[in-house]
């Protein structure tokens, strides 16, 4: 008894576990990397929300954020509102023609200038993001063409369809008449 007393306290004794400690060392403890593996994941979602979290903003931010939302609505609606005056008040809207008449070539140039910048940073940021989607589609083109010949090929009316390929016992059941329990009943009856 004290023999085995003496391996067992060597083994499991003094609040370690030599077989433990030994496998810890070719595989990791699933415990510990799972509560690893929580903290980390904790860290990364700490960090992802502080890098979105939206500072407090003051009223003068939220004014502007509203400024900065206005042109686009108010020139398209302006426009539409300048279709609807020209149909409802053609002298009012023939007379505020002849006043933007009077405007001066080099303002005309600055407005478009201004509205060019405005609009064409946005136009160049659409159209890169069109752009990375069209190779985005494109890089999925093949995987598509592979799935539709695929599913051609599983339409029963496909040539070749019913084809058992080079599998002999396979032609040699698709050949045998198989026994229907129902045709024999229906033949029966008449």
Known sequence: MGLIERVLGLVFGG????????????????????????????????????????????GFDRFMDGVNRLPRPALALGTLGLFVSAMVAPLWFAQRMQGIALVPEPLWWLLGVIVSFYFGARHQVKSQEFQRNIVDTIHHVPKVVENIAAIGRMRADAVGAADPGPDVRLSAQALTADENPALTAWRAER
């Open 15 to 58: 609040d370690r576990n030599v077989v433990r400690d030994t496998v810890e060392v070719f595989r990791e403890n699933a415990e510990q990397g799972a509560a690893r593996g929580a903290f980390v994941q904790g860290q990364a979602m700490d960090q992802y929300g502080a890098e979105f979290s939206a500072p407090v903003k003051g």
